[in-house]
């Protein structure tokens, strides 16, 4: 079976504190993982994505993931949030037949 | 740059009715992709292309119809709307793989009343 679990649906952060989204996966292929980012009333927009290689994984805006396999995890980090970051950020991973499979999503709110 | 455009951006529609949801691409992708986007569902897929003239079904495909003559265009159809069909719709497009990353334009949303 292929899927994408996102172990937090909300969380709220003050600006300035340190930021880690849970993400784990199921899939017994070739792994290829994503990081999207949607801004309220806005479309998705690639933060980062892991082929192979360097397992930590540098995105736009400061955000980098770290892919251990052994614990078929991919979490989303920043060190420092700020309120622009407020946002939905979606894990997926790229399963059979090229298709994309999405997380149920991790709302984030940062307060100024 | 277009990307990728959607029309409309909302819409509201009465049971039972139709209508063609719109997508154009302007990247010359090959994939092309739709989604629906339901409060703490994720996205989840409704039709794909990996090319003019090649359709295939995603994970909700029922109640939904797709063509695609050309690169450019990935309509989507809803024959006889239902309330279970208000959603968020987006398209999206990769070059080839979804490896690359998708492409998504704006989104419509439906309201089925």
């Known amino acids: 079976a292929q899927s994408v679990s996102q172990h937090n649906h909300h969380v709220i952060l003050s600006e300035a504190a340190s930021l880690e989204l849970g993400c784990n996966y199921s899939?017994?292929?070739?792994?290829?993982l994503f990081w999207y980012v949607q801004y309220p009333g806005q479309h998705l927009q690639l933060l980062l994505k892991?082929?192979?290689?360097?397992?930590l994984v540098k995105g736009i805006k400061g955000f980098e993931a770290e892919f251990i396999k052994s614990k078929f995890s991919f979490n989303l980090r920043k060190p420092s949030v700020q309120w622009s970051d407020t946002a939905e950020y979606f894990c997926?991973?790229?399963?059979?037949?090229?298709?994309?499979?999405f997380g149920p999503g991790t709302s984030l709110s940062v307060i100024p | 740059n277009a990307g990728v455009t959607q029309t409309p951006k909302f819409r509201i529609l009465k049971i039972g009715q139709s209508m063609t949801l719109q997508c154009a691409q302007d990247m010359n992708h090959n994939y092309m992709y739709w989604y629906r986007q339901d409060p703490g569902m994720g996205l989840k897929l409704i039709y794909y292309?990996?090319?003019?003239?090649?359709?295939d079904k995603g994970e909700v495909p029922n109640g939904y119809n797709v063509s695609r003559s050309t690169t450019e265009d990935f309509p989507l159809r809803l024959e006889l709307a239902a309330p279970s069909q208000t959603s968020v719709y987006f398209c999206?497009?990769?070059?080839?793989?979804?490896?690359?990353?998708?492409?998504f334009g704006s989104g419509t949303r439906l309201t089925v009343v």
């Open positions: 892991y082929f192979s290689g360097d397992p």
């Open positions: 292309s990996v090319g003019a003239g090649i359709t």
């Open positions: 899939y017994g292929g070739t792994v290829n």
């Open positions: 999206a497009s990769s070059p080839r793989r979804g490896e690359s990353g998708y492409t």
């Open positions: 997926a991973l790229l399963g059979s037949y090229d298709k994309v499979i």
